[in-house]
């Protein structure tokens, strides 16, 4: 079931949100996140609420709701599902006015509320795209930008085409970034856990920062660095984080079959049990 928050009222199912001659539907300017209510539990709710403000203000969108209010309207959303019922929240801000420059005063909001399980532990495959991410001095990258997406949905369709489920993607300058929808995280070699550093090309998600959080607390440092291309080739791990799947393993990489391995899975149970603390 969809559950939609719009003008002031909810609606079940897919509600039109856009007119024809709406600044976000012809020159792409909305932007929206992604969090998730996991048996009444919203873990990090704030973090992906404040980056939907900050996205907007990116664009130049003024985001019609505070974080308080927009925080109100999701616990209202999930109360109206069952007590058990894991949940896919997603806030989204657009233009609806402007002649090539949106108007900010003429922000619309609207929040989506449906059914989306935990995806299992059972591991995706990936395959290298030939799309890279843009630099930050060619595209909104510090904004979770509807437009970027564009090249992520073309990298995944690509993917899919060759017979896999995901995409990874390089930077400009050649360098690993990101899945085409979440981040990645992989164990070397000799064990350690590495991660692409910030450099503003990617999404550096809230998911990824808790479960170097989590994982510092154990003891496990992850190394925030550069990663080539050929480590993926000879990683004992590669895995995801995001907001969706939260830590997921990819079990193919190109030719060659990986581990659901233990880091993943560990990092996958820890968040878990960080979200019955919440
Ligand atoms: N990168 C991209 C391109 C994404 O779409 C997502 C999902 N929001 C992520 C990374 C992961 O970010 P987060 O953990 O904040 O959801």
Not at 141 to 167: C, H, I, P, V, W
Not at 183 to 192: M, R, Y
Not at 243 to 264: D, F
Request: net charge negative.
């Amino acid at each position: 079931m969809y559950l939609t928050y719009f003008n002031g009222e909810w609606h079940e199912g897919n509600v039109p949100l856009y007119g024809a001659m709406d600044h976000s539907v012809w020159l792409g300017s909305s932007v929206f996140d992604g969090a998730r209510a996991m048996r009444g539990k919203l873990p990090d709710l704030r973090p992906h609420l404040e980056r939907v403000v900050r996205s907007a203000d990116k664009l130049g969108l003024r985001c019609p709701l505070s974080v308080d209010e927009m925080e109100a309207l999701v616990r209202e959303g999930v109360a109206k599902f069952p007590a058990d019922a894991e949940l896919y929240v997603r806030p989204l801000v657009f233009a609806s006015a402007g002649f090539l420059i949106p108007e900010p005063e003429k922000t619309g909001f609207a929040l989506t509320l449906f059914d989306a399980p935990l995806p299992a532990f059972t591991g995706f495959s990936a395959c290298l795209s030939t799309l890279r991410r843009p630099e930050p001095d060619m595209a909104p990258t510090d904004a979770k930008a509807s437009a970027l997406y564009a090249n992520s949905t073309k990298a995944m369709r690509e993917a899919k085409e060759r017979g896999f489920d995901q995409a990874i993607m390089l930077d400009a300058q050649g360098n690993v970034a990101e899945f085409a929808s979440s981040n990645l995280f992989l164990v070397t070699e000799e064990g350690k856990v590495v991660t692409p550093v910030d450099n503003g090309t990617f999404l550096a998600g809230i998911t990824r920062a808790r479960v170097i959080a989590l994982l510092g607390k154990v003891g496990i440092e992850v190394e925030q660095r550069s990663v080539k291309p050929a480590e993926l080739g000879t990683a004992r791990e590669i895995f995801s984080t995001g907001n969706y799947g939260k830590v997921t393993p990819c079990v193919r990489y190109e030719g060659r079959t990986l581990e659901a391995g233990p880091v993943a899975r560990q990092a996958r149970e820890l968040y878990l049990a960080f979200v019955e603390g919440c």
